[in-house]
């Protein structure tokens, strides 16, 4: 039983490059979820998927945008990364729309852009 | 709005003392409180959750009870070991996908 897979673990990028980060969970769980994670700062919500076919804008979506390929699946693009875009990202997934009963989380990815 | 406040680390103990990190929060309505743990290089681990006021969460050793009358969730344990070296986040879900994090308290444990 996996839970939560990102890839990838480490990426460097020059400002302006794209890329796309990858998430899958083998959960059956309905809401996904892309957080990123700075110091002393905690973890962010970019965007969240509440089902199959549906995504929403959380805290700090700007730069960002994601598609939920389907219901395993859901990826966070960066279009044109900028240094305030280094940071650790976190991919979540709950079994309830409300995540009452909390998240799984991923290993992470830490994005460096320089 | 709502928020979440942690103690500021790191927090440094000997293997054998008692822990207590402190949360508050702030909040409109009834949310759900947790615990996480991030261990070196992972993600984040649910240690332990409440859902409602007087509900004590507890896992591994860890406890803590959703005060609403103070609104805290302080995170306790009785005798820590090296291996409780992480960072510990505490957060509260309220109202559909409204997650939120505290920044963090770096736990140390010394031999």
């Known amino acids: 039983n996996a839970g939560v897979t990102q890839t990838p673990k480490f990426q460097v990028l020059k400002t302006g490059q794209s890329m796309t980060l990858q998430c899958a969970q083998d959960m059956n769980h309905n809401s996904m979820y892309w957080y990123r994670q700075d110091p002393g700062m905690g973890l962010r919500l970019i965007y969240y998927s509440a089902s199959e076919g549906t995504t929403d804008k959380g805290e700090v979506p700007n730069g960002y945008n994601v598609s939920r390929l389907n219901k395993r699946e859901f990826s966070l693009r960066l279009e044109s990364a900028a240094p305030s875009q280094t940071s650790v990202y976190f991919c979540a997934s709950s079994e309830l729309v409300t995540g009452g009963g909390g998240y799984t989380f991923g290993s992470g990815t830490r994005l460096t852009v320089v | 709005g709502n928020s979440v406040t942690q103690m500021e680390g790191p927090v440094t103990l000997s293997e054998e003392a008692f822990l207590t990190i402190n949360c508050t929060y702030t909040a409109t309505g009834y949310p759900s409180l947790f615990w996480y743990v991030q261990y070196p290089g992972e993600g984040l681990q649910l240690l332990l959750k409440?859902?409602?006021?007087?509900d004590k969460g507890s896992n591994k050793g860890f406890e803590a009870t959703y005060r609403k009358e103070t609104t805290s969730f302080h995170l306790e344990k009785g005798s820590v070991q090296v291996s409780d070296s992480a960072v510990y986040f505490c957060?509260?879900?309220?109202?559909?996908?409204?997650?939120?994090f505290g920044s963090g308290t770096k736990l140390n444990v010394k031999p």
């Open positions: 957060a509260l879900i309220y109202n559909f996908n409204k997650f939120y």
């Open positions: 409440a859902t409602k006021a007087d």
